[in-house]
């Protein structure tokens, strides 16, 4: 039947953090347009879109130091954290010894994680209603503006695509 999917199977899983990463930003893409094709969007509509934007970010980020670290034959070092002030003191000296010129971009990237850092420290405010410990995984009545996280994630996202696929394929 059309329409299976297959989620490969490797020896280094750690090799398709740039993959799944791009399957969740080209859906949180599709699913952000769909919604922002329509004259209202519904809370619950948009709850999804944030969470696969989130993972997306959080996944090249990951998929770049990891990457870099193979690269130079280091230690694999790979962050077991959603934290990404945690993940951006492994990500910024890569991305200043692979883009040493582009501030800019630097500037975006951290922009997009202060973003989630404020809004959803954790990764759990736009997948589940509540924390591990059954508190609110949310600060009450947040307000998320659709468009301008479509706005700010997306040439971010794309710009981190390109440095994964630079990265993957200079292996």
């Not at 329409?3 to 280094?12: K, L, Q, V």
């Not at 589940?128 to 659709?146: E, F, H, R, T, W």
Request: charged fraction near 20%; include cysteine; aromatic fraction near 12%.
């Amino acid at each position: 039947m059309h329409g299976n999917i297959i989620i490969p199977s490797i020896n280094y899983p750690k090799d398709l953090m740039g993959y799944f990463a791009q399957g969740y930003y080209h859906g949180a893409k599709i699913l952000a347009e769909t919604i922002l094709s329509n004259n209202h969007i519904c809370n619950n509509e948009a709850y999804p879109v944030i969470f696969l934007y989130r993972t997306s970010l959080e996944l090249y980020l990951k998929s770049v130091i990891y990457l870099s670290q193979k690269r130079h034959q280091e230690e694999e070092n790979l962050i077991n954290s959603h934290e990404f002030k945690r993940i951006l003191e492994m990500f910024n000296p890569i991305f200043k010894n692979i883009l040493p010129y582009d501030d800019a971009l630097l500037i975006s990237i951290k922009a997009c994680c202060s973003f989630f850092e404020e809004h959803d420290p954790k990764s759990f405010s736009y997948r589940y209603p509540i924390d591990v410990k059954g508190n609110p995984a949310s600060s009450k009545n947040q307000v998320i503006n659709l468009p301008e996280v479509y706005v700010l994630l997306n040439p971010v996202l794309e710009d981190l695509d390109t440095m994964y696929f630079g990265l993957s394929n200079d292996l």
